[in-house]
């Protein structure tokens, strides 16, 4: 006879499964997809209080509910709800008003939590899985639309294939050590001295290729400018900000953890990657007219700054990742909300020169776009300052001031084309009538993300001691 | 799977030799009968022998057609149930050493599966026109 493991660490995810039923059923009933939307938003918001009283680890150590990846699940719900805020509108507009919708947001959020709390491989993959089906489907929910279409397809065999790889790297860290736990993976290599085998380099290397897909690292970002234009722009805030997050969550598990003794090894893959993204996202957003694709590059450009964290390999590295995370979940979410609000009946307002002039006649909507493309840019007093300013506070700690330097340059490079938004709104005289397409839901987001840029930008003490008491909590498993 | 290491560095994965000669035998064999038939069979081709499928219905337009969508669904719905079949056989086998754990497992199992088949009902998936 088999003990039932303890049930307390998984509740949230437990709920949140029921949840996500729950809507897919009462989807047959209801009418209204605006009440499916409210359910779903009360649900996150339910599922984030149990999040927040839940810690322990079960099944067998499969699972574990530590103070990492509870930082990591407020990071998912913050964003699901966000997105949920910015959707109700939006996809009615886009004449996609299904329940499924936020059925599968709220799957796709469930394997992200999977993935933050995993402590074996398995688990994580299954997290993985749980995800991205979930996001495929999302990024080709407009499904009249042929590049939607494109960017399902897209999304879905790059996806494919880059799961393909991590389970290569797992099967082959099995094969290695005989375990697939992440603790008991580190426990086998130190004990056994395998730190040089070449085999272990070629798992980490897949590692690496698959994590580097996930949070649309160069040269693994291909697929983000095509899927990030083609999808739904709600799904393009949510995409960008959780399943990254996610995967950010599972490297620094999986590099800091189960690769621990070798961290000169897989920082010396690590920092090239890093310094690529930057460029790559940094450079080519310069060139492009439509401003999802722009943000796309502009997210490949933050994964950069974010992988500087896990770069460090220490606690303070971690913790300036996580806060990154959490605040480009404010800032992009915020950025993607003023898209939305430009998108009405029979026009697109996806063009950069769609915002000529913007300040003229919507001079709040200017203000609040104003506020996130300086915090994207990372100039204070706002939150994307406070991010950038802890990732490398943390990577010279750790000793890679010359990497630090390099990011600060290419950062000064991205002030071009936030800048020129923001020049765009105020400096130009309106070429069209833009009508905003606005609801209280999406008002509702933009105030929680302006406020979220805006207070963690004067007062960041606090953000930061969440992170690191959410570290000291422990991410160790 | 255990790898055996000799030297520091080195490893020998003895484990897995079998199935290289296993590799090779086929590959050996796939091409040997190729290469052995192409020597011995008589070569006589006329336009009858040359059609996709000889003595067979002659093709009729592109081999790339469209499909209607619902036989995806239904190839979906049968995969999916087909999977449930596939848990539930170990399932049985081994129920009587886990007991009660496993039952409420596959309980949930199923209950899961069974929210997605009232959603397929629900949504005419069943239903051919």
């Known amino acids: 006879m088999v003990e039932f493991p303890p049930l307390g660490p998984v509740m949230p995810e437990i709920l949140m499964t029921g949840f996500a039923l729950l809507i897919l059923v009462l989807d047959l009933v209801i009418k209204r997809k605006e009440t499916l939307a409210f359910l779903s938003v009360a649900a996150a918001a339910v599922v984030m209080y149990a999040v927040l009283g839940t810690s322990g680890v079960t099944f067998s150590g499969m699972f574990a509910a530590d103070g990492y990846s509870m930082?990591?699940?407020?990071?998912?719900?913050?964003?699901?709800?966000?997105?949920?805020?910015?959707?109700?509108?939006?996809?009615?507009?886009?004449?996609?008003?299904?329940?499924?919708?936020?059925?599968?947001?709220?799957?796709?959020?469930?394997?992200?939590?999977?993935?933050?709390?995993?402590?074996?491989?398995?688990?994580?993959?299954?997290?993985?899985?749980?995800?991205?089906?979930?996001?495929?489907?999302?990024?080709?929910?407009?499904?009249?639309?042929?590049?939607?279409?494109?960017?399902?397809?897209?999304?879905?065999?790059?996806?494919a294939f880059a799961s393909a790889l991590l389970l290569y790297g797992i099967s082959l860290l099995y094969g290695l050590t005989g375990t697939t736990d992440i603790k008991g993976v580190a426990a086998y290599i130190s004990d056994n001295g395998l730190a040089g085998n070449p085999a272990l380099m070629l798992s980490v290397i897949l590692f690496v290729v698959a994590f580097g897909f996930k949070i649309a690292a160069a040269p693994f970002h291909m697929w983000a400018p095509d899927v990030y234009e083609g999808a739904?722009?709600?799904?393009?805030?949510?995409?960008?900000?959780?399943?990254?997050?996610?995967?950010?969550?599972?490297?620094?598990?999986?590099?800091?953890?189960?690769?621990?003794?070798?961290?000169?090894?897989?920082?010396?893959?690590?920092?090239?990657?890093?310094?690529?993204?930057?460029?790559?996202?940094?450079?080519?957003?310069?060139?492009?007219?439509?401003?999802?694709?722009?943000?796309?590059y502009s997210s490949i450009a933050h994964a950069g700054y974010a992988l500087m964290g896990v770069i460090a390999g220490t606690p303070e590295g971690l913790a300036g990742m996580m806060s990154y995370l959490l605040i480009y979940a404010f800032m992009n979410i915020g950025a993607f909300a003023i898209i939305i609000m430009l998108r009405s009946e029979g026009f697109s307002g996806e063009n950069i020169s769609d915002y000529e002039g913007l300040s003229k006649k919507h001079p709040v909507s200017a203000a609040l776009m104003l506020i996130f493309m300086f915090s994207l840019t990372g100039i204070p007093p706002t939150a994307g300052f406070i991010g950038k300013f802890y990732v490398f506070m943390a990577a010279v700690n750790a000793g890679y001031t010359w990497l630090v330097v390099v990011a600060v340059i290419f950062s000064a490079i991205s002030a071009f084309f936030y800048m020129r938004i923001v020049m765009y709104m105020y400096m130009k005289e309106p070429r069209r009538e833009v009508e905003l397409t606005t609801s209280p839901a999406l008002g509702l987001a933009l105030a929680i993300s302006a406020l979220g840029v805006l207070v963690i930008g004067v007062f960041p003490g606090r953000l930061l001691d969440l992170a690191r008491i959410a570290i000291t909590l422990g991410w160790g498993l | 799977m255990r790898i055996i290491t000799g030297m520091p560095g080195q490893y020998i994965p003895s484990d897995y030799l079998p199935i290289l000669i296993f590799m090779m035998i086929a590959t050996a064999f796939g091409l040997g009968t190729l290469v052995v038939c192409s020597i011995f069979r008589?070569?006589?081709?006329?336009?009858?022998?040359?059609?996709?499928?000889?003595?067979?219905?002659?093709?009729?337009?592109?081999?790339?057609?469209?499909?209607?969508?619902?036989?995806?669904?239904?190839?979906?719905?049968?995969?999916?149930?087909?999977?449930?079949?596939?848990?539930?056989?170990?399932w049985a086998v081994v129920f009587d050493k886990i007991g009660l754990f496993a039952y409420v497992e596959m309980m949930l199992f199923i209950f899961i599966l069974l929210v997605g088949y009232i959603y397929a009902w629900k949504k005419d998936a069943f239903t051919w026109d």
């Open chain 2, 42 to 90: 008589p070569r006589r081709t006329y336009a009858e022998k040359l059609t996709p499928y000889e003595s067979g219905n002659p093709p009729i337009g592109e081999p790339r057609m469209r499909f209607s969508v619902k036989f995806y669904i239904i190839a979906m719905l049968f995969v999916v149930f087909d999977v449930e079949v596939v848990f539930l056989y170990p």
């Open chain 1, 71 to 159: 930082f990591f699940k407020l990071i998912f719900l913050l964003s699901l709800i966000l997105s949920i805020l910015i959707s109700v509108k939006y996809i009615a507009i886009e004449r996609v008003n299904y329940g499924e919708y936020y059925s599968l947001m709220l799957f796709s959020t469930l394997g992200m939590m999977i993935m933050a709390s995993a402590g074996d491989l398995i688990v994580l993959y299954l997290g993985i899985e749980l995800m991205a089906l979930s996001t495929y489907v999302l990024a080709g929910f407009i499904r009249h639309a042929v590049k939607s279409n494109e960017a399902a397809v897209k999304y879905f065999l790059l996806g």
């Open chain 1, 232 to 296: 739904p722009t709600s799904i393009t805030a949510f995409m960008s900000v959780g399943p990254k997050a996610a995967g950010f969550a599972a490297m620094g598990r999986v590099f800091l953890i189960a690769f621990a003794s070798l961290q000169v090894q897989w920082a010396a893959i690590l920092i090239p990657l890093a310094i690529v993204t930057m460029a790559v996202g940094n450079i080519i957003a310069i060139s492009q007219t439509n401003i999802k694709r722009m943000l796309a």
